[in-house]
């Protein structure tokens, strides 16, 4: 599901799957960019999304607390309106 929560910002939620485990899952998403591009002539957007795992929810937590069970996720994405 999306969730608009300002002019360029959402929160995304869907079901992430790692090692067997499926956990729900929230992304902090910004668009960064909407427009056409200059080369393809074609509708063009960008987004940042970011969220925090634990990787004791997916059982890969070996070596805890010596390896932060944290993990900050970014993702960046370029997409063009499909034809």
Known sequence: S????????ASITGD????????SVVL??????AGMHPMENKAWAGFDATTTLLRSDYN???F?????DEVALHI????????
């Open 76 to 83: 960046s994405v370029e997409a063009m309106k499909a034809d």
């Open 28 to 33: 902090a998403a910004t668009l960064n960019q």
């Open 64 to 68: 805890a607390p010596f390896v932060s």
């Open 2 to 9: 999306i969730d608009v929560t300002g002019e360029n910002t």
């Open 16 to 23: 992430l799957t790692l090692n067997g485990v499926t956990k």
């Open 60 to 62: 890969v937590g070996a």
